[in-house]
């Protein structure tokens, strides 16, 4: 079993509607949970940053983690064509010395 | 708003040569980090760097490769006998206390013949 595991896509949205992406992780050690955009190319971007379980918003942007099914969500609303990249999750434990476990990257497409 | 920078943004080199790779952390991080994206797949850890010391690695982080902080704004990542399969972006990061929180760079595509 992979350690990060996330649905590659590519996720195809109109343009305003809520984009739903998640994780799934093994590693029951992950303590801080984070999501980044990242566009062709460039390096990833910090959206969201979420320690241990619970809800944490920001703007357009909703990042869930339920550590008791090792299950984590990014929503973001009112979605945009400039939202049009790959969200990549990523997690780390204190014990690990903070380096961070990737998942694979979602693409996401926002359609005018 | 203060970013991570990376020299340079891309580099060709044959199979062999050493290069060094370099990144300017934001200013008042204490974490610094390299990570590696082979085209196509995941963004993977190579090294964590925190008080003038290494405080962990990878496995992909053998002796070929090293860092260092120079001085107080650089951070460089050497790779002494490049590979074929060392082809790939390298992400500089630097993270506040705990580094937690990590911002990365634009990267350095490597491209080794």
């Known amino acids: 079993q992979k350690e990060v595991e996330q649905d590659p896509g590519p996720l195809s949205v109109p343009e305003g509607a809520i984009v739903s992406l998640n994780c799934t992780y093994s590693?029951?050690?992950?303590?801080?949970f984070m999501w980044y955009r990242q566009y062709s190319r460039k390096g990833p971007e910090l959206l969201m940053y979420t320690y241990s379980s619970g809800n944490k918003e920001d703007g357009r942007f909703t990042a869930q983690v339920d550590k008791s099914s090792k299950y984590i969500s990014l929503f973001i609303r009112d979605s945009q064509p400039s939202d049009s990249a790959t969200y990549l999750c990523?997690?780390?434990?204190?014990?690990?010395?903070?380096?961070?476990?990737f998942g694979g990257g979602t693409r996401v497409l926002v359609k005018p | 708003e203060p970013e991570v920078t990376q020299t340079p943004s891309h580099q060709v080199t044959q199979m062999g040569q050493e290069v060094i790779l370099r990144c300017v952390p934001i200013?008042?991080?204490?974490?610094f980090y390299w990570y590696r994206q082979i085209l196509g797949q995941k963004v993977e850890f190579l090294v964590s760097?925190?008080?003038?010391?290494?405080?962990?690695k990878s496995e992909i982080f053998d002796d070929q490769f090293s860092v260092e902080r120079p001085d107080g704004s650089n951070f460089t990542l050497k790779i002494r006998s490049t590979k074929l399969e060392d082809s790939a972006m390298y992400f500089c990061?630097?993270?506040?206390?705990?580094?937690?929180?990590?911002?990365f760079g634009p990267g350095t595509r490597l491209l080794v013949l």
């Open positions: 990061a630097s993270g506040t206390s705990g580094g937690e929180t990590q911002y």
């Open positions: 760097f925190y008080n003038n010391e290494i405080s962990e």
């Open positions: 990523a997690m780390s434990a204190v014990a690990a010395g903070n380096k961070l476990t």
């Open positions: 200013s008042n991080h204490l974490y």
């Open positions: 590693n029951s050690a992950f303590q801080y």
